[in-house]
């Protein structure tokens, strides 16, 4: 069993920056991929990165050239470095780790209480 925690969030202005954490905790041997997600009010989580094991990141476009998704493996936690931040980026974040196709379909049982972000002037 893997626990996450989000943590980094908060208001910043159009334009601005943050960086969201998400340390592992418990085993992680069965981690082949992990993913960030952002989830609107009303409406299901999006797959806004996803790495896998070899490191290769994968971006939604609506994120592509500002976020940056990383990884520590000495201490197992996971980033997100959110640049240029715009309205529309303003949602609750997410962090989670499984199988490639858990990541990809957002199939998990058990989230953690996200991070809220919130780009305003």
């Keep these: 069993h893997v626990q996450l925690q989000e943590s980094g969030g908060g ?10 954490s998400c340390p ?7 981690i082949n991929a992990m993913g960030w997600y952002r989830q609107y009010p009303g409406q299901q989580r999006q797959l806004v990165a ?7 990141v994968n971006y939604a ?10 990884r520590d493996s000495a201490t197992n936690t996971f980033f997100l470095q959110m640049n240029n931040l ?6 609750v974040y997410y962090c989670n780790s499984g199988s490639i196709v858990q990541v990809v379909g957002a199939s998990f ?7 809220q972000v919130t780009v305003s002037s």
């Design 61 to 70: 476009n609506s994120v592509k050239g500002r976020f940056i998704a990383s």
């Design 50 to 56: 996803r790495l896998n094991s070899k490191g290769d």
């Design 86 to 91: 715009r309205p529309e980026d303003s949602a």
């Design 24 to 30: 592992t905790v418990g085993n992680i041997s069965g």
């Design 109 to 115: 049982a058990t989230w953690g209480p996200g991070a």
């Design 11 to 20: 208001l910043v202005q159009p334009g601005g920056s943050l960086t969201l």
